[in-house]
């Protein structure tokens, strides 16, 4: 079974820029989970989609948003991008959003200057 | 504020030995803790975790054991192998209040000595 695996790995942007980072999850997955990680704050929770729905979000800006398609692919945008937001953004998938069934994608690294 | 605290950023351990991570919280309604490993350019993978209702949780080399009281957990790794060189993090959930939204410590990165 092919794990979760999110584009790009890599991205850089200027402030101000707006970006969208992808996740597909692991197949017959409907829970995605995404989350911040920053040297010293570890991994910080963003929101999470199951069934296309927001389940549950996170304490960060209205600038952060996401959605999901009717194949549980999610999408994570974050508008006028802020030198503070470089960061590993994580997603992770699981079949009902338990918390031991979340399994973890490779990351993309965003940096921006 | 943070809710889930590793206080060792890193820990040295001589391979053989054992290396025992530790992680606190503060908030009395995690009921559920987890642990996980995060190698370098990888995402984290899940290790073990532990219910409240249980003070302790083995799963081959890795025990997790749980302090309610303290509101502690730590993690037991013996004998520790090189492998085992990697960043951890301790992570915790309330069932009750929608699981899926895991608050996770800082991280512990792990160096495992031949």
């Known amino acids: 079974k092919a794990g979760v695996t999110q584009t790009p790995r890599y991205l850089i942007k200027t402030r101000g820029q707006q970006v969208t980072l992808s996740c597909s999850p692991i197949?017959?997955?409907?829970?995605v989970s995404w989350y911040q990680q920053t040297p010293g704050q570890g991994l910080q929770f963003l929101f999470e989609?199951?069934?296309?729905?927001?389940?549950n979000k996170g304490n960060f800006p209205g600038r952060f948003s996401g959605r999901q398609f009717s194949n549980s692919r999610s999408e994570m945008n974050v508008s006028t991008l802020e030198l503070g937001d470089s960061a590993l953004y994580l997603c992770?998938?699981?079949?009902?959003?338990?918390?031991?069934?979340?399994?973890f994608g490779p990351g993309t690294r965003l940096t921006v200057t | 504020d943070q809710q889930v605290k590793q206080n060792s950023p890193s820990l040295s351990v001589q391979e053989g030995r054992i290396s025992i991570l530790n992680c606190d919280y503060t908030n009395s309604m995690f009921d559920y803790f987890l642990w996980y490993k995060k190698y370098p350019a990888e995402g984290p993978t899940f290790l073990i975790s532990?219910?409240?209702?249980?003070d302790k949780n083995e799963d081959g080399r890795f025990t997790v054991f749980l302090n309610k009281s303290a509101k502690h957990l730590s993690l037991h790794i013996v004998p520790s192998q090189p492998g085992d060189s990697a960043v951890y993090f301790c992570a915790a959930s309330a069932l009750g209040q929608g699981a899926q939204k895991l608050v996770f410590g800082q991280g512990t990165r792990l160096t495992i000595n031949p």
């Open positions: 532990i219910s409240s209702i249980k």
């Open positions: 992770a998938s699981s079949f009902t959003g338990g918390a031991n069934e979340q399994y």
């Open positions: 197949s017959g997955h409907r829970s």
């Open positions: 989609y199951f069934s296309e729905t927001q389940r």
